[in-house]
């Protein structure tokens, strides 16, 4: 240790050490506050993304945030592009457009869901979701760097360093999130590859400000590609008036690389993007105390070969990187956090057993891959104008169909194998997102996915009274918290479509876990039903019986 290290004599202790404050880290953090898990994040960073790298959210990220309570909140936070979610092509700025897309058009979630996609920017949003997060009682510590750690067979055993007094301390914890981001230093340390085509190209980034007025010609947009001053450049506006941040495709093989990128060049670049030669125009740090250097933005695909070292996990960026195309990539790390939220907070709490955990990486990874390949079609489609015949997965149902298959999910005899469904055609099936079906309650109108708000949740036809109280005495006895409700009788289907949605009669059930994907349904009535989920809940959460 160096002279001029100091060290806390004492050990902080935590269930859950989450690495990485980004919007991953922070939603675990906000999911497991909400189930009462305490946890702390580390960051190395001295705050929140200084820089939009998400501009949009899909509904399923919504859905997540809005059975939190967020959604409002959120919305009230979204750029003020929201309205115009448009992404142009052109030679230069101030040139002829060559095209202009609404990026969302396709992509509107309709009768699929009771949200749609949150045009907010990815720094704002974690803004929302830390202030959340630490009201729930989430220690969150930014400015603050993992120095080392080791794991253990009863926990890991964490060093932190302050960066602001420059303190080593160490953190024991149950479990280790990492959320460290596409560089994966957690997981590098531990040995695990990744598969994938790995770096797919490098562009060099940097914010500027500038009066674009002339060029712009009253006109607005979300994302533009240019073809100078190289193709594939791409120009965005940063919230405020006049602050931009251009992007610049280069091969770190030739040339220069990023290093090239002088400030004389810098300058060159936008105006030749402009189309204005004698553009005026000043370089600007991300945030302040930075420098004004380019970022070297990498776009790539790969995923993890595990996304989990006994008690570390991976998540977001750390366990899969994906294209830009499609936005999946930071509501993918979103999905990751909320899945393994709920699986800690049953482990943590006694409810489950250890092997609930292997379900994470059985559920989550094949979506990633499935993910990776809908991305990488996508990318080449939007390069060459050709079809979806590759993957045959169109962005609505990678967003709202991908299928679960592992011990937590009763899959039914008969399952298809494809890892996707049509969620416009909802069958209800065990191990898919419970669909949305607008229902009544007390005169209001209320989603499905209104009634499930982070417990086990048992949704029964009006007839399916034997399961409601048998599954309230189950839930009882493995002293877990579930809601229960009768559509028809409790809640009004004013549509006749939950039970046909459902894929049940109105004496069956189905029951819809922690993170609102259907575990399982019995299509009518049970001659033992207390019988039958007792053995179900044993399953869900790997314990032999009640009590074990």
């Not at 400000?209 to 073809?227: Q, V």
């Not at 450049?233 to 093989?253: A, C, K, N, S, Y």
């Not at 060049?265 to 740090?285: K, N, Q, W, Y």
Request: glycine share 10%.
């Amino acid at each position: 240790m160096g002279p001029h290290m100091m060290t806390e004599p004492h050990e902080h202790t935590t269930p859950v050490l989450i690495v990485g404050g980004g919007i991953t880290g922070l939603s675990a953090a906000l999911f497991l506050a909400r189930h009462g898990v305490g946890s702390i994040l580390v960051e190395r960073h001295p705050s929140t993304a200084i820089m939009p790298q998400a501009r949009a959210f899909n509904p399923r990220s919504m859905e997540i945030y809005r059975a939190l309570g967020l959604e409002e909140q959120i919305r009230e936070r979204q750029s003020i592009l929201a309205d115009m979610p448009e992404m142009i092509g052109a030679d230069t700025l101030a040139g002829d457009e060559r095209f202009r897309v609404d990026m969302l058009a396709q992509v509107r979630p309709g009768d699929v869901s009771p949200t749609d996609w949150a045009m907010i920017d990815q720094d704002e949003l974690e803004r929302v979701v830390r202030a959340h997060a630490e009201r729930a009682a989430a220690d969150v510590r930014f400015g603050t760097e993992l120095i080392s750690f080791e794991a253990e067979a009863d926990g890991v055993t964490v060093t932190v360093r302050d960066l602001g007094s420059g303190i080593e301390y160490r953190i024991r914890t149950d479990y280790l999130i990492a959320a460290d981001g596409h560089r994966a230093g957690i997981r590098h340390r531990l040995g695990i590859g990744a598969d994938g085509p790995g770096v797919l190209g490098h562009a060099a980034h940097f914010v500027f400000d500038a009066d674009l007025d002339a060029a712009l010609r009253g006109r607005r947009f979300l994302l533009a590609y240019l073809d100078r001053p190289t193709t594939g450049t791409v120009l965005i506006p940063v919230g405020q008036h006049g602050r931009w941040m251009l992007g610049v495709p280069f091969e770190p093989d030739q040339g220069a690389g990023l290093e090239g990128f002088t400030e004389q060049r810098c300058i060159e670049s936008v105006r030749s993007a402009v189309g204005i030669a004698d553009l005026g125009m000043t370089l600007v740090p991300p945030a302040p105390g930075w420098s004004r250097k380019p970022m070297d933005v990498r776009i790539g695909a790969s995923v993890a070969h595990r996304y989990r070292a006994d008690r570390v996990f991976f998540a977001g960026d750390s366990a899969h990187v994906v294209p830009p195309t499609g936005s999946f990539g930071a509501s993918t790390g979103i999905a990751d956090a909320h899945n393994l939220a709920w699986k800690l907070a049953a482990v943590h709490h006694g409810q489950a057993g250890p092997r609930l955990l292997d379900t994470y990486d059985a559920e989550r990874r094949p979506v990633a891959h499935t993910t990776m390949a809908t991305a990488m079609h996508i990318l080449t489609a939007r390069h060459h104008a050709c079809g979806d015949e590759a993957t045959g997965i169109d962005e609505l149902t990678m967003t709202f169909g991908y299928r679960y298959r592992s011990a937590a999910v009763c899959t039914e005899p008969g399952t298809p194998a494809d890892p996707v469904e049509d969620p416009r055609v909802p069958s209800g099936r065990p191990g898919l997102r419970a669909p949305h079906v607008w229902l009544e309650r007390a005169g209001t109108a209320v989603s499905t996915l209104d009634l499930c708000t982070g417990a086990f949740t048992l949704l029964a036809g009006a007839q399916g009274s034997g399961w409601v109280t048998a599954a309230e005495a189950v839930a009882a006895a493995f002293d877990v918290d579930l809601g229960t409700h009768r559509i028809g009788a409790d809640v009004t289907d004013p549509h006749d479509r939950f039970l046909l949605v459902f894929g049940i009669t109105v004496t069956g059930a189905t029951l819809i876990r922690p993170d609102g994907f259907v575990a399982w349904r019995a299509r009518s009535a049970h001659e033992r039903p207390e019988q039958e989920l007792r053995q179900l809940f044993s399953q869900l959460l790997a314990r032999d019986s009640a009590g074990s």
